[in-house]
């Protein structure tokens, strides 16, 4: 069975074309290997290996193409490579490299096929392969939904060991000695007499040899650095202040601007009065714009003073202007016409309702838009000239980008030099285009200048992309103190058609991202239907940290929790008699475990506990919290993921952690809210996420017994809303069915 399904792969992609965006390819575009970028600009004595690796007499340098947005990528990638080349991280250099097709995701695919995670049926097979080629074709350099490991662990392994076979062929060719009998360790081959030979003493002959492909990589066994404890690369950096952020970066000649855009998002500006600003110390130039004015000063702060004082008056929105019509819209769509796709239909939902009569259990639940809120505000440099422009920038689409600027100034893609920066977070904020857009635009304006625009904190949240709005209506039933049924419809506009749209590359089909979370629901309910509705777009959305994960992850768990305490059931023991996968399984035993469950509590405590599958992940999380007299206090949180294997445990202790404080923080205090057609929060005090005295006691646990590795930048953040409601609930009795929880209850 399993050589028929690779067979039929391998004859589906070969064998007929696949198409995406207009673009066809077949047999030769897929099995060709796009040209490595390190060779474009080598000098002689550089060895070349791959796209990953290139080594002269001056040093190493480790190519991370994926984009640090704070989560150690650039380290993670490093560590892959350094593993299998025998180098430790003090003897290399990083650099993200230029865009360039030699990098393409193929991780994505996975997410981009409607199947789910644990589905390896030949339909799901072949679509998923089918993706891959999709990607590679079109060179898509993306970082994002938690692909950053999956997509790096074989591949920069692989590329660090063909360099280390190729310096040990070199060094044989140089000393005689057979292959057979050099080693390697920290960056040299070692002879058998203990002489080492520096990896950049061998680098010009070994960039005369074709690369040694033919390798085989190391026993887990004999790992130095993957799944041990290792020092992040920037670690140092960080903590002493000395990190260069994009926001940081400076370049000679450049002068400083800020940008007031419409605030009703996507509007255009219809005329301002800039003679405040324009007598204001340290400002060059006022600049309007189609959409809103830009400010040249001589320093930020200033451009900053002199953006404010301007006089616009701005267009409406193309969107509903108040928020209850945003409600309304949503509440609206539950309807033939707008369904998006019946994900999933176990059993005969309509009929096990229908004679459970008074069994039936019936709710509605909410999630509000919410911002991205990096703690870096948006900015990019941009220079144009004649026949180049160059970018600096921090962007998780870097080839995107280059054909964007390319097109907006009618210029070759090639023309156009990215400039990749770490970056102070993003949870999706920094896949959009606005700050790239707009400095553009100013550049053009001033070319051969270098422009440095910042966004005010505000002006970074009034134009955010938001998370998609939307809402769950439930009907469940139990009999005999068990789950009987369970019908979830879900409602929320795609955010995945908003962000498309504006890539240019609208998304065929249903959006798989509207009742993520819910429909791969690891349960056997014996009859359980999930419904997702596409709401009409409303304001402008995107991706946004798990994606629609956040929303129907919070919708289904909550409405299962329900549902189990009306049966009467204990809410962990039914979910282990639910569960029908055993990776989901094993999670949940594990927060089982470790939060010690069906222990006795004080009084006016209580116990939550969710789990959501997202990007291929099973996370089960449980909360405790105590309801005090001045608000729930929230005392400690048990996480537990499947993830097949942690490549830096310190790292994934913090990624998940951070995911925990963020999912908790959002559903506890934030939302996004329009009037006037313009978000009502326009900084951190408006939308606070959570503070340090709430924060609570966090332990974390990775599972690995899956071979298949997975990402975990996402996957905790689902669960953490439901599980909080849930603990709230078992606390108070009050059952939480809207986000933020600060409208219903108060927080110490």
């Not at 144009?384 to 998780?396: A, E, G, L, P």
């Not at 116990?607 to 996370?619: D, E, I, K, Y």
């Amino acid at each position: 069975m399993g050589r028929v399904k690779t067979i039929a792969r391998r004859s589906f992609l070969i064998g007929s074309a696949a198409i995406l965006g207009g673009v066809a390819f077949g047999t030769y575009l897929v099995k060709r290997d796009p040209a490595n970028p390190l060779t474009a600009d080598a000098a002689a004595g550089d060895a070349v290996f791959n796209p990953w690796v290139k080594i002269n007499a001056d040093g190493i340098t480790l190519v991370t193409p994926h984009t640090d947005l704070g989560q150690g990528a650039a380290s993670m990638q490093a560590m892959l490579i350094a593993e299998e080349l025998d180098v430790e991280l003090d003897q290399i250099t990083t650099t993200p490299g230029v865009p360039a097709a030699a990098y393409y995701n193929t991780a994505l695919a996975a997410e981009a096929v409607p199947f789910r995670s644990n589905d390896d049926s030949f339909a799901a097979d072949t679509m998923r392969s089918t993706m891959g080629a999709v990607m590679k074709v079109l060179g898509a350099q993306v970082t994002g939904g938690s692909t950053s490991v999956l997509d790096s662990f074989d591949k920069l392994r692989q590329a660090g060991a063909v360099v280390r076979e190729t310096l040990k062929a070199a060094a044989a060719a140089e000393t005689g000695i057979e292959v057979s009998e050099l080693r390697t360790e920290r960056a040299a081959v070692v002879l058998p007499d203990g002489t080492r030979l520096e990896y950049t003493a061998l680098a010009a002959r070994a960039a005369q040899m074709d690369p040694v492909n033919d390798v085989t990589l190391r026993d887990p066994a004999q790992w130095r650095m993957i799944g041990k404890k290792v020092q992040r690369m920037d670690v140092l950096a960080k903590s002493t202040g000395t990190q260069t952020y994009g926001i940081d970066l400076k370049v000679d000649g450049m002068v400083h601007a800020s940008v007031r855009m419409n605030p009703r998002k996507g509007a255009p500006m219809l005329g301002f009065n800039a003679s405040a600003a324009e007598g204001m110390r340290g400002v060059s130039q006022v600049i309007g714009l189609p959409y809103g004015v830009a400010v040249i000063a001589d320093n930020t702060w200033r451009a900053f003073r002199a953006v404010e004082e301007i006089e616009i008056d701005w267009d409406k929105a193309p969107y509903p202007a108040e928020q209850d019509e945003h409600w309304a819209a949503v509440a609206a769509s539950f309807t033939p016409d707008r369904l998006d796709k019946e994900w999933r239909h176990d059993g005969d939902v309509d009929t096990a309702l229908a004679n459970a009569s008074e069994a039936v259990v019936e709710a509605e639940y909410r999630a509000p838009y919410v911002a991205h809120q990096p703690l870096e505000p948006l900015s990019a440099i941009v220079k144009v000239t004649d026949d180049r422009v160059d970018i600096w920038v921090s962007h998780q689409l870097p080839r995107f980008v280059q054909q964007r600027v390319a097109k907006k100034l009618e210029m070759d893609t090639d023309q156009v030099y990215l400039h990749n920066q770490y970056a102070g977070g993003s949870f999706g904020h920094r896949l959009e285009f606005d700050n790239i857009d707009v400095t553009v635009d100013v550049a053009r304006e001033l070319p051969g200048t270098p422009v440095k625009l910042t966004f005010r904190r505000e002006e970074d949240f009034v134009q955010d992309y938001n998370r998609q709005i939307g809402m769950a209506r439930g009907r469940g039933a139990h009999a005999g103190g068990k789950v009987t049924a369970l019908d979830l419809e879900i409602a929320t506009v795609s955010s995945s058609r908003s962000q498309s749209k504006r890539l240019g590359a609208p998304v065929p089909g249903p959006d798989t991202q509207i009742a993520a979370g819910a429909w791969n629901m690891r349960y056997a309910v014996p009859d359980l239907r999930v419904r997702a509705y596409a709401v009409p777009e409303l304001a402008p959305t995107s991706s946004w940290r798990s994606v629609g994960a956040s929303t129907a992850g919070f919708f289904a768990e909550s409405f299962l929790d329900e549902l189990i305490h009306a049966a009467g059931a204990d809410p962990m023991e039914e979910r282990l008699r639910l569960v029908n996968d055993e990776d989901a399984r094993r999670v949940l035993e594990a927060v089982a475990e470790m939060s010690n469950w069906g222990s006795s509590l004080g009084p006016r405590k209580g116990r939550g506990v969710a789990l959501v599958t997202s990007f291929g992940v099973p996370v089960a999380e449980v909360v405790e919290v105590t309801d005090t007299d001045d608000g729930i206090r929230i005392d400690r949180v048990w996480l537990a993921a499947e993830v097949g294997r942690v490549v830096d445990p310190v790292t994934f202790e913090n990624v998940v952690a951070g995911g925990v404080i963020w999912g908790l923080g959002h559903a506890m205090n934030s939302e996004i809210t329009y009037s006037d057609g313009m978000a009502e929060q326009d900084n951190f005090h408006m939308a606070e996420g959570m503070r340090m005295h709430q924060c609570p006691v966090i332990e974390v646990r990775a599972l690995e017994n899956n071979p298949a590795i997975r990402g975990i930048g996402e996957p905790p953040v689902p669960p953490a809303a439901p599980a909080l409601a849930n603990a709230i609930f078992a606390a108070t009795g009050t059952r939480l069915r809207e986000m933020p929880f600060f409208n219903t209850v108060s927080f110490v």
